[in-house]
């Protein structure tokens, strides 16, 4: 079981990482934004935590996770549901665009 969720864990920081416009791709997909998520998602129940966010991208440190976490949320927006605080696939979505979007004006690529 815990090398399956390694693995889960590398795939996504795989896809992550692939994704991300220091690596030359100009923006993610909707679809690969989904199967995002839905990797990090590990209980499935439509809310990202921190937690599974953080533990989604062990490579980088807690620390630095957690603080990529709440820049995404606080871009996107968290929901809360049955007394669990996160975002769900649009709001992970939202924040990504979000991003996305504030790079380019950094970058002059708008």
Not at 22 to 42: I, R, V, Y
Not at 73 to 79: D, E, P
Request: aromatic share 8%; glycine share 8%; net charge positive.
């Amino acid at each position: 079981m815990r090398m399956w969720t390694m693995l889960l864990s590398l795939a996504v920081l795989c896809l992550v990482a692939t994704n991300a416009p220091a690596c030359g791709k100009k923006h993610h997909s909707h679809s690969s934004q989904a199967t995002s998520f839905s990797a990090m998602d590990t209980n499935h129940d439509g809310i990202l935590t921190q937690a599974e966010f953080v533990a989604a991208h062990f490579n980088v440190g807690a620390t630095k996770a957690a603080k990529f976490y709440n820049n995404l949320a606080t871009l996107g927006g968290t929901t809360t549901r049955n007394g669990v605080t996160g975002m769900t696939v649009q709001q992970f979505k939202a924040a990504q665009k979000a991003k996305k979007q504030a790079y380019s004006k950094k970058s002059g690529t708008a």
